[in-house]
Nanobody
Framework: VQLQAFGGGLVQAGGSLRLSCTASGRTFSRFTMGWFRQAPGKEREFVAAFRSGDSNNFANFAKGRFTFSRDIAKNVVYLQMNNLRPEDTAVYYC????????????????????WGQGTQVTVSS
């Protein structure tokens, strides 16, 4: 089973990107998919979590700008990022667990079983 993240790139401030994350070799019926990011010299931080059949969770900096969508047929979850800022520049990672995490656990990197390779997002000012 592999988790793959796509969609990063270079965009100007105010622009948008759509990240995607897919698990090859496995379909999750109940799951939590988390997105994290890590900027150079900084700790990895929680961005957002998609919880199947439940509400989604967003870090404060992502609220109102980032949203989720899902293509069940393609086994893909998308993270739409709008109104991007230079401080959003980082490597973005998706992670998944075959459990529906409770809200207080979605930001815990240790709660996820499988991680993708990361995709670079660069926002220029």
């Amino acid at each position: 089973v592999q988790l793959q993240a796509f969609g990063g790139g270079l965009v100007q401030a105010g622009g948008s990107l759509r990240l995607s994350c897919t698990a090859s070799g496995r379909t999750f019926s109940r799951f939590t998919m988390g997105w994290f990011r890590q900027a150079p010299g900084k700790e990895r931080e929680f961005v957002a979590a998609f919880r199947s059949g439940d509400s989604n969770n967003f870090a404060n900096f992502a609220k109102g700008r980032f949203t989720f969508s899902r293509d069940i047929a393609k086994n893909v979850v998308y993270l739409q990022m709008n109104n991007l800022r230079p401080e959003d520049t980082a490597v973005y990672y998706c992670a998944v667990t075959g459990r529906r995490l409770i809200t207080s656990s979605v930001c815990d990197t240790g709660a996820y079983d499988l991680w993708g390779q990361g995709t670079q997002v660069t926002v220029s000012s």
